[in-house]
C-alpha cells in the first residue's frame, strides 16, 4: 500500500474503545487514534497497566481516555455493554474477539478484529535468497514471535 495516496474516511464512529495485546500493543494502536481523531471522536484506549508511561504522552489528552485495567474483564464487559461505546477496536485472540463480539452483540455495536494472526512469509523465485532469509528470521523471531504478524509459515516458490 502507498501512504501517499492512503485517505482516511470522513465518517464519525463517536465514542470508541481499542484494545490491544500487552505483548506489542504501540504498533496496534497508532492507527486507531488517528482515524477518530480525524473524525473528531474520542477514544478510549484500554492496554496493559506496563504501558502507561510509554504511550500516553504520545497522544492528546483532549480527545483520548487511557484505561490501564488489572481487572480487563470487567473493564471489557463494561465497556462492550456501556451504551455510550458505539465501536469496539480490538487486536488479539480469537477466543477473546468471539467474547468481545457476543458482548457487543445485544447492542448491534459496531466491532473491528484483528484476531488470531498466521501470516505468511513468500519467498519468489526472483527472489535475493540472502535477503529473504534475513527477512524470514526477522519476520518470525520479531518480538520473541509474539506478534500477530509474526510469519508462522514459510512458502518459497
Same mark, same amino acid.
Given at each position: ?24 500493543? !504501540? ?5 486507531? !487514534? ?15 497497566? $506496563? ?9 492528546? $489528552? ?6 490501564? %485495567? ?5 473493564? +471489557? ?23 468481545? $463480539? ?17 501470516? !505468511? ?9 540472502? +535477503? %529473504? ?11 520473541? +514471535? ?12
Amino acid at each position: 500500500m502507498c501512504l501517499r495516496n492512503w485517505r482516511l474516511p470522513a465518517r464519525t464512529s463517536g465514542i470508541a474503545r481499542a484494545s490491544t495485546p500487552s505483548a506489542f500493543p !504501540p504498533p496496534s494502536t497508532d492507527h486507531r !487514534p488517528a482515524r477518530n481523531e480525524a473524525a473528531l471522536d474520542l477514544i478510549v484506549a484500554w492496554l496493559g497497566a $506496563m504501558f502507561a508511561l510509554a504511550i500516553r504522552p504520545a497522544f492528546p $489528552m483532549a480527545w483520548s481516555t487511557w484505561i490501564y %485495567a488489572s481487572e480487563g474483564d470487567r473493564v +471489557g464487559r463494561e465497556l462492550c455493554t456501556n451504551s455510550k461505546i458505539q465501536k469496539i477496536s480490538f487486536t488479539g485472540s480469537n477466543e477473546a474477539g468471539r467474547l468481545l $463480539m457476543r458482548q457487543c452483540s445485544d447492542q448491534i455495536k459496531k466491532v473491528s478484529l484483528e484476531t488470531g494472526g498466521n501470516a !505468511p512469509f513468500i519467498i519468489f523465485d526472483d527472489a535475493d535468497i540472502d +535477503g %529473504a532469509v534475513d527477512g524470514a528470521v526477522q519476520a518470525k523471531f520479531r518480538n520473541a +514471535g509474539q506478534t500477530c504478524v509474526s510469519a508462522n509459515r514459510i512458502y518459497v516458490q
